[in-house]
């Protein structure tokens, strides 16, 4: 089982680029998440979404843009890189926790903007 | 206000001794569940246990064990005869439902770091 597929895994970006962090999950769980973790810090939610056609803003959505055209995928938008944007990305796929499922996070993204 | 602190930011002890990392939270809710999960070096988040509110029994896994008290607000993790293999960034989480969303608030992390 694949559970949470971040791509890719590392990118250097320069800044003023743009580009799209892609999350796909095979659970079918109904909640998707964007987190940033920046070094020795704690998850910042970016953006989430409860189900297909859905989403919301987190604590940080500045800079970022989402969709949720499916249940599966879930991709992170960055506009106009700055190097503020600089951190690990994790994506999250996670059931209602009454249901007893599993929660998986992806494996993240380490983004640099130079 | 839902909230979960970690007031412990970094923790060093010597394999073999037992560790209690604290969590306390913060929620109106009467239906809420509580997480803990763990981010090694190499940096990848392992989703260790969730509680429900209502469930206040203690849980012993291995040499791990969490103690849930509802009237401190409390869900502290025991690491038993730590080992060099436990050194990670532990997280508490509290899962809240806001209205028709569902969400993870993050305690801001305990780095454990066990030394031979």
């Known amino acids: 089982n694949a559970g949470v597929t971040q791509t890719p895994k590392f990118r250097i970006l320069k800044i003023g680029q743009s580009m799209t962090l892609q999350c796909t999950q095979d659970?079918?769980?109904?909640?998707m998440y964007w987190y940033r973790q920046d070094p020795g810090m704690g998850l910042k939610l970016i953006y989430y979404?409860?189900?297909?056609?859905?989403?919301d803003k987190g604590e940080v959505p500045n800079g970022y843009n989402v969709s949720r055209s499916t249940t599966e995928d879930f991709p992170l938008r960055l506009e106009l890189a700055a190097p503020s944007q600089t951190s690990v990305y994790f994506c999250?796929?996670?059931?209602?926790?009454?249901?007893?499922?599993?929660?998986?996070f992806g494996d993240g993204t380490r983004l640099s903007i130079l | 206000a839902q909230k979960v602190t970690q007031a412990q930011t970094e923790i060093s002890v010597v394999e073999k001794e037992d560790v209690t990392l604290d969590c306390v939270y913060e929620?109106?809710?009467?239906?809420?569940?509580l997480f803990w999960y763990k981010q090694p070096p190499s940096g990848e988040l392992v989703f260790l246990i969730r509680?429900?509110?209502?469930d206040e029994q203690n849980e012993i896994s291995g040499r791990y064990s969490w103690n849930f008290q509802k009237s401190t607000s409390s869900f502290n993790f025991t690491i038993t005869a730590s080992q060099v293999v436990d050194s990670a960034v532990y997280f508490c989480?509290?899962?809240?439902?806001?209205?028709?969303?569902?969400?993870?608030?993050w305690g801001l992390g305990t780095s454990l770091a066990v030394n031979p």
């Open positions: 999250a796929a996670l059931a209602d926790p009454g249901f007893d499922q599993p929660q998986h």
């Open positions: 659970m079918n769980h109904n909640y």
């Open positions: 979404s409860v189900g297909a056609g859905i989403t």
């Open positions: 929620t109106r809710d009467t239906t809420y569940y």
């Open positions: 509680r429900n509110s209502f």
């Open positions: 989480a509290l899962w809240v439902y806001a209205g028709n969303n569902r969400k993870l608030i």
